[in-house]
C-alpha cells in the first residue's frame, strides 16, 4: 500500500546499484521523492527513470564522495534548489581489503572519505534544518563488521564503527528536535560488492543461521521501516539484518 508520503524528499547515496538501488526502488514506492548524488549520473539517471515510472519524483547530482568539496558543494546546492529533505539514507560506500599491516594509507584515506567523512558532512548539513522543519530521518548502512573481526577488513571495519559511534552522539545533539539517527547493519548481501567470492559465500552461507545470503530487498525493508511515522521513537538502534549471524558463534 502507497503511503501518504508525497513531498517528503529522501537524499540516498549510493542508489546506481546493489543495496541502495533496492533501497531506492522501496522508497519509490513507499511514496517518498528521492534525491541522488552520484559519481556516475548517466545509471543514476537510469535509476531515476525506473523511480519516476513508480510514481515518484527523482532528481539526479553529480557528487563524487571521496572529494570533501563537492560533498559540501552538493548539500548546500540541495538545501538551496530543494529545500530541506525529510530523511538521509548514507548507503555508498567501498571497501578497503587488506591485513593491518600491509595497507595502503591513500586507499584507507580515501575510504574513510566514502564511507564516514562524506555522512559526517551531510548529516552536518541536513540535520539541523531537519529539526528546525520539525523532524526528520537519517539512516546510515554500516556493516556487522563494526561488531565482528575479520581477518583482512580492519580499515573498512574500522569506517563502519566510526559510523555507530558518530550515530550515537549526533543523537543526543538532535533527538530533541524530533531527528532519529539510526544504523543498519548489513551481514552478508549478494552485491557487486561480493561479486567473485562465490566459493566463500557458499561456505559462510553454512555458518549462517538463516542458511542464506542476505538480499538488497532484506536490507531496503529494514531501511523503508526506519524512514516511516511509525518508527519516530527508534533512535540510535544498530539493526543487523544479516540471518542472525551475529548473535551466534558461527560454530555449526
Ligand atoms: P556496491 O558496491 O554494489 O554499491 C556501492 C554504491 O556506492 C554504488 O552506487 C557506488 O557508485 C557508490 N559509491 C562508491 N564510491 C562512491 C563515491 N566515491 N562517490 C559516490 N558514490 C560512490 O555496494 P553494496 O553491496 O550495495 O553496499 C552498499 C552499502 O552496504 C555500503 O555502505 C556497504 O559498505 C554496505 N554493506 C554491504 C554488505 C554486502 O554484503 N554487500 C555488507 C555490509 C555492509
Known amino acids: 500500500m502507497t503511503m501518504n508520503n508525497h513531498s517528503k524528499w529522501v537524499v540516498l547515496t549510493g542508489a546506481t546499484r546493489g543495496i541502495g538501488r533496492a533501497i531506492a526502488g522501496h522508497l519509490a514506492q513507499a511514496g517518498y521523492d528521492l534525491i541522488l548524488p552520484t559519481r556516475d549520473p548517466a545509471t543514476a539517471e537510469h535509476v531515476a527513470l525506473e523511480l519516476k515510472m513508480l510514481g515518484a519524483r527523482a532528481v539526479v547530482y553529480p557528487c563524487d564522495l571521496s572529494i570533501a568539496q563537492q560533498v559540501e558543494d552538493f548539500a548546500k546546492t540541495v538545501l538551496k534548489e530543494m529545500g530541506t529533505p525529510y530523511g538521509f539514507v548514507s548507503c555508498a560506500g567501498m571497501t578497503c581489503d587488506g591485513l593491518s599491516f600491509q595497507l595502503d594509507i591513500a586507499k584507507v584515506q580515501k575510504t574513510f572519505q566514502v564511507n564516514l567523512f562524506s555522512t559526517m558532512q551531510l548529516t552536518g548539513q541536513f540535520a539541523m534544518p531537519m529539526g528546525r522543519a520539525g523532524g526528520g ?10 561488531w565482528l ?26 533527538s530533541r528536535r524530533g531527528v532519529t539517527i539510526n544504523a543498519v547493519l548489513p551481514g552478508f548481501i549478494n552485491t557487486d560488492m561480493t561479486q567473485g567470492r562465490d566459493e566463500w559465500i557458499e561456505r559462510m552461507s553454512k555458518r549462517i543461521p538463516a ?8 536490507v531496503a525493508n529494514a531501511v523503508g521501516f526506519l524512514l516511516a511515522p511509525g518508527a519516530s521513537y527508534i533512535n540510535g538502534a544498530e539493526l543487523a539484518v544479516d540471518g542472525g549471524m551475529s548473535a551466534t558463534l558461527g560454530l555449526n
Open 149 to 174: 573481526g575479520n581477518r583482512g577488513n580492519a580499515a573498512y571495519a574500522a569506517t563502519k564503527g566510526g559510523l555507530q559511534a558518530y550515530m550515537k552522539s549526533v543523537l543526543e545533539e538532535f
Open 137 to 146: 530521518r537519517i539512516v546510515l548502512i554500516s556493516s556487522v563488521s563494526a
Open 211 to 218: 542458511q542464506r545470503v542476505g538480499t538488497p530487498d532484506d
